[in-house]
């Protein structure tokens, strides 16, 4: 069963700054855009950011404070996610899938709590 594993949340205060790991197996995602997700409570989960092997996009509410970076070079591949800059509404379980989510794929993700 493939799985994606999730990393690297924690409580910071506003302003401070985190990085998320995700590992995906390699055969299947070297080649996949990925993106990662977050889930505020009461919220329906979003797209935060997505990579290809090419390109970054990101939520306009995150924008210039996230970045989405990707180590294609191992297995697992690494996606990244370097939060800066952080405010109390960043406050969700952040998870990783593919840029199209896949539903079988959604892991137990990270929590991210903000502190104001």
């Known amino acids: 069963q493939v799985q994606l594993v999730e990393s690297g949340g924690d409580l910071v205060q506003a302003g401070g700054s985190l990085r998320l790991s995700c590992a995906a197996p390699?055969?299947?995602?070297?080649?996949?855009?990925m993106g990662w997700y977050r889930q505020a409570p009461e919220k329906q989960r979003e797209l935060v950011a997505f990579?290809?092997?090419?390109?970054?996009?990101?939520a306009d509410s995150v924008k210039g404070r996230f970045t989405i970076s990707r180590d294609n070079a191992g297995d697992p591949v690494m996606v990244y996610l370097q939060m800066n800059n952080l405010k109390p509404e960043d406050t969700a379980i952040y998870y990783c899938?593919?840029?199209?989510?896949?539903?079988?794929?959604w892991g137990q993700g990270t929590q991210v709590t903000v502190s104001s």
């Open positions: 899938n593919t840029y199209r989510p896949i539903d079988d794929l």
């Open positions: 390699a055969t299947v995602f070297r080649p996949t855009a």
């Open positions: 990579i290809t092997n090419m390109e970054t996009n990101y």
